[in-house]
């Protein structure tokens, strides 16, 4: 897990796996995060990096998400992407 | 059956489920003929059809399909609104498609009537459309995307990022794909790279809208093994054909629905409507109650199943109950009165009852196919008789027997048809000097009432004119001259056989089956049909069924030694009689003065033969029968409950005893005969004519 | 016709080596079926009576959730009734897709009967009409008499028997 100084790099490349191993590891230090940042610059692996980050905004809903704070983002490989909750 | 016939079955089972989807589609094409979502299903069916027709070697209804299809994709990227003749023509065209695939499917030489014919229309309508159609730029710049491209930031956004300007996009194309996606896409091996790459093989992907349900738990029960993506957006910019797109999304297409279309400019501020995140996940908080209900809303995936093995599991749940209700009503076993025992009992209760109605429901589908076709029928019909009609349809969600579905057809279109043929006024004239709208109407409803299920079909015609009814009935011989019979007892000889009171034979309803056919194909499903008319204002008929053909409500009674069933469809009431209202006519049989009216009473015992001895009326229970030919009651020992019990065949017996209709096994492992009040009337009426 | 057809299949099939019967008693007389023809035998037991029924059909049991007619064979091969014993026992048989029970008054043993041992059934002589017969067996134990199930309860017959009791039904009603 990459968190230094309160902020937490999610590598974009995470397999599911290591996707749900961090999402247990992020829990353990949720005290020490205050914001994610999403490192896409290889793009984006798997879909379910997009949950992960709702989850955590659900979790902790005072972390500082910026993939989720903008209306959209621009995803290498992918364009631009926006997240929609919906029920 | 070798691999080529199986395939093959698959083969023609899936076109015939296309084609049943397309029908109904293509009649609300009539209603909404601008709806481009309805012309591009119908568009996609055929496209399938067409595929599958040429991969089997169908040649004729691969020719004819191909035109079809290159006049449907007109339409559908067209701005024009079809008109009615184009709609008639499509109609017309899938008429022959249905013929064409029934040649090919019965290996019959030669073509349908009419194939020809309708191939020269279409390639006729072709020749012209083809001229007219527009090039996508010139759409394109007919539309409003200037003003888009100011007001709209995600269009502003679309050109920051992608090198394309959309005002120049080069003849491409903006297609919107849509990808439902189930909740363990990721245990199959989904991954959404592997369609992103192959997506930009074909063009750039400009925008995604991943859509995330609300229910994502927190991260103490995050799982990767679920997905939470209910659906994806993407916008692609490309040259390709349609085809070549959905292509991609072939090898998920059975499970997950893809829709595609072409974005029109201007619905791209549709994208940009998007709650804020952080307000939809206030939101999160508030709802996550709900959020096990919202898993309903992730898209359904479904497997075929063959519906004999439905049938076996259906009969296997049976003998559960019964193994269940025989444990639970066990005397020893309730004496060994242990709480952790009872626990347990109550709890296999618990579990049968709900597999029994799981099983149940798999066997029950919504009655609207079966409606969306009557649409078919009234549509016909009224251009035949020319008589302007409009059919309401409600209730179509009502789930109903499979297996009863498909015999409630034949039933449902004689009655439209006559009421559109009998119950509307010759002519719009006529009913406009009544006082009505010119247009007549027919509403055909299903509803489910207790443990019935309920269809109406509803004319505001003339109504019934039962004076009519009985001179006809008398001239037949069905009614006698001098007898007062009530309004009910007269509509009542419309079902008998070889009544009908068409002036005329007409095409329509005229064919020499009557409403008796349409009495007995309900009776063969334990249903019973009623009528009610008003002179002037119109006719219900009524048709009430039980919700499945596998069980039946009943009475449970003894006689003799023996148990029976008696279906609660057709009991009225259960009573003590009172001696001094029954009375014994010399060479008629026994009456009983019930609440004004004298009723013929039937002693089962006698009846079925079980024993010889006579239960004194006193000692016994009577119950009384509806019945369309007149009420009667039968005389039981004793009424001992109310319950619903597996039907059970007779098998080689059963043609044998009409009082009967079947057998139940009870919770003692006891079997019961299922009284058929049918079958007890028509004894009734062969004792009085003797 | 159809019937005849049907068995020389079967036999082709075990032309090499004996077919197996099981065999039962009727008034102390030895009778068979081919083992094919049965699913199972079971002990008499509580049947529930079917009125407006031929007397040879005794009623309908349970059989585990399915419900059986059964058959006296007694009353069909008019023979004197006995009263049902702990050795009644009831053959589950196949006719023609259906299950019906067969009520006998004992079981005995399997039978293994070759093609030679085999002989046209006899046209007098027996207790019983031969028309329900298919063929007789000598075997080290004595005579067998194989008993076609198919005619002993086929659907023509039953027909006939509904438009008899039609008949009786219109007798009945006259009388009154």
């Known amino acids: 897990m990459n968190l230094r100084d309160g902020v937490l790099i999610i590598d974009a490349k995470s397999s599911n796996d290591s996707l749900e191993s961090l999402a247990k590891e992020i829990l353990l230090n949720i005290e020490d995060v205050k914001e994610v940042i999403v490192d896409d610059a290889l793009g984006v692996e798997s879909s379910a990096l997009f949950s992960l980050l709702v989850s955590i905004r659900k979790t902790a809903p005072n972390i500082a998400i910026d993939f989720l704070d903008k209306p959209s983002i621009n995803v290498e490989g992918i364009g631009i992407v926006s997240l929609d909750i919906r029920g | 059956m070798d691999k080529h016939d199986r395939v093959m079955e698959i083969f023609l089972n899936e076109c015939k489920e296309i084609l049943e989807e397309i029908a109904p589609k293509l009649l609300n094409l009539e209603d909404t003929p601008n709806d481009k979502i309805l012309i591009n299903d119908i568009f996609r069916g055929i496209h399938t059809l067409k595929g599958n027709a040429n991969s089997f070697g169908f040649v004729k209804l691969g020719e004819f399909v191909h035109h079809f299809e290159d006049l449907l994709s007109i339409y559908r990227k067209e701005e024009s609104v079809l008109d009615s003749s184009e709609v008639d023509l499509f109609i017309r065209s899938f008429d022959i498609v249905g013929s064409v695939f029934e040649y090919e499917e019965e290996g019959i030489n030669g073509y349908p009537q009419n194939y020809y014919e309708i191939l020269g229309e279409i390639k006729k309508a072709l020749n012209i459309k083809e001229s007219h159609e527009q090039s996508f730029e010139e759409i394109v710049s007919a539309s409003s995307f200037a003003h888009a491209s100011q007001e709209r930031q995600i269009v502003e956004k679309m050109v920051e990022h992608t090198q394309y300007d959309l005002k120049n996009i080069d003849g491409k194309k903006i297609y919107e794909i849509k990808l439902e ?37 927190t991260l103490e029960e995050f799982n990767t093994e679920h997905s939470y993506i209910k659906a994806l957006y993407m916008y692609l910019l490309s040259e390709s054909d349609e085809m070549d797109i959905l292509d991609i999304f072939e090898f998920i297409a059975q499970e997950h629905e893809v829709s595609l279309s072409v974005v029109e400019l201007e619905d791209i501020k549709e994208i940009e409507v998007q709650k804020p995140i952080n307000e939809a996940l206030q939101g999160i908080n508030e709802s996550s109650d709900e959020s096990a209900k919202e898993h309903k809303s992730v898209a359904k995936s479904s497997i075929r199943v063959e519906s004999a093995k439905l049938d076996e599991l259906f009969d296997s749940i049976g003998e559960l109950v019964i193994a269940q209700s025989y444990i639970s009503q066990n005397e020893q076993i ?43 029928v009234v549509r016909d019909v009224s251009l035949k008789t020319g008589k302007e009609i409009e059919l309401f349809l409600s209730g179509e969600d009502t789930e109903i027997d499979k297996t009863m579905v498909d015999k409630l057809s034949e039933p449902l279109i004689h009655l439209l048809r006559n009421s559109v043929d009998h119950g509307i006024e010759e002519s719009a004239h006529e009913r406009i000097s009544l006082g009505k709208e010119g247009c007549g109407d027919i509403y055909l409803s299903a509803a489910h009432k207790g443990s019935s299920f309920v269809i109406e079909i509803r004319d505001d015609g003339r109504g019934i004119d039962t004076s009519k009814i009985l001179q006809k009935a008398i001239e037949k011989g069905f009614a006698k001259d001098n007898v007062a019979y009530t309004q009910d007892e007269i509509i009542n000889f419309l079902f008998c056989a070889g009544f009908s009171t068409a002036q005329t034979i007409t095409d329509i309803s005229g064919r020499g089956v009557g409403l008796d056919a349409v009495k007995q194909s309900i009776e063969e499903l334990r249903g019973k049909i009623t009528v009610e008319s008003e002179i002037g204002v119109g006719t219900v008929f009524r048709i009430i069924l039980p919700l499945t053909l596998a069980i039946i409500d009943g009475l449970t009674v003894r006689v003799d030694n023996e148990m029976l069933i008696v279906p609660t469809l057709s009991v009225v009431e259960s009573f003590s009689p009172i001696i001094k209202d029954i009375h014994y006519v010399k060479g008629e049989g026994e009456f009983i003065n019930y609440r004004g009216e004298i009723l013929p009473i039937v002693r089962l015992n006698k009846l079925l033969a079980l024993n010889s001895s006579k239960t004194e009326f006193e000692y016994s229970t009577f119950i009384c029968i509806d019945h369309e030919r007149g009420k009667y009651i039968i005389q039981v020992d004793e009424l001992l409950g109310r319950q619903q019990v597996v039907i059970k065949s007779l098998g080689v017996l059963s043609n044998n005893v009409k009082e009967i209709s079947g057998a139940a096994i009870l919770g003692t492992g006891q079997i019961a005969l299922i009284l058929n009040t049918e079958g007890v009337r028509e004894h009734l009426d062969f004792e009085y004519n003797a | 016709m159809a019937i005849t057809q049907k068995t020389t299949a079967k036999t082709k099939l075990t032309a090499s080596s004996a077919q197996k019967y099981l065999s039962f008693e009727i008034n102390e007389e030895m009778y068979a079926v081919e083992i094919l023809d049965v699913k199972e035998i079971i002990a008499m037991m509580k049947f529930t009576k079917v009125p407006k029924m031929p007397t040879f059909v005794k009623g309908v049991i349970n059989l585990r959730g399915l419900v059986i007619p059964i058959i006296d064979i007694r009353v069909k091969f008019e023979l004197s009734e006995i009263e049902y014993n702990e050795r009644t026992t009831i053959i589950i048989g196949i006719v023609e897709d259906s299950l019906i029970g067969f009520i006998v008054d004992k079981t005995a043993d399997v039978l293994n009967i070759t093609q030679e041992e085999m002989a046209p059934p006899p046209k007098f002589g027996t207790a019983i009409d031969t028309t329900f017969l298919k063929s007789m067996a000598k075997t080290a134990n004595g005579v067998v008499m194989i008993v076609n199930l198919m005619k002993i309860f086929s659907e023509s017959e039953l027909n006939s028997v509904k438009q008899i009791e039609k008949i009786k039904d219109i007798k009945t009603g006259e009388e009154k």
């Open chain 2, 181 to 217: 996606l189930d909740s363990d896409i990721y245990l199959r091996g989904y991954n959404h790279q592997i369609f992103f790459r192959l997506l930009e093989n074909l063009g750039t992907i400009i925008y995604s809208n991943y859509i995330i349900n609300e229910s994502v738990p």
């Open chain 2, 334 to 376: 309730r004496a060994i009165n242990n709480n952790e025992l009872n626990q347990y009992l109550e709890m296999l209760g618990k579990s049968t009852r709900i597999i029994q109605s799981k099983v149940m429901s798999l066997r029950m589908i919504p009655i609207k196919d079966t409606f969306l076709k009557m649409k078919r």
